[in-house]
Nanobody, 114 residues
Framework: QVQLVESGGGLVQAGGSLRLSCAAS????????MGWYRQAPGKQRELVAT???????NYRDSVKGRFTISRDNAKNTVNLQMNSLKPEDTAVYYC????????WGQGTQVTVSS
């Protein structure tokens, strides 16, 4: 089992920045992927960014150049630095850890006002 605890999020004006963090604990595999999904009201959950234990990253097109994902393998943490935020980034952001199964954080609200 893997437990994920998220922190960060909140309310910010358009153009502002926020940083999300997620700490994983439990049975952590040396090879894994971590990242973030988000879900806006009335919409499906969508992948925002992923990072493997080897450091390979992937972003959805709408956040490229604005969001940066990073991780600390020694601490089993993953971070999402979000810059130039837009109202359409408003959503609940969920951290995930994945090897063969997905494990999820509890979600943290990000609200971007126009």
């Amino acid at each position: 089992q893997v437990q994920l605890v998220e922190s960060g999020g909140g309310l910010v004006q358009a153009g502002g920045s926020l940083r999300l963090s997620c700490a994983a604990s439990g049975s952590i595999a040396s090879i894994n992927a971590m990242g973030w999904y988000r879900q806006a009201p009335g919409k499906q959950r969508e992948l925002v960014a992923t990072i493997t234990s080897g450091g390979s990253t992937n972003y959805r097109d709408s956040v490229k150049g604005r969001f940066t994902i990073s991780r600390d393998n020694a601490k089993n943490t993953v971070n999402l630095q979000m810059n130039s935020l837009k109202p359409e980034d408003t959503a609940v952001y969920y951290c995930f850890y994945m090897v063969t199964n997905y494990y999820w954080g509890q979600g943290t609200q990000v609200t971007v006002s126009s």
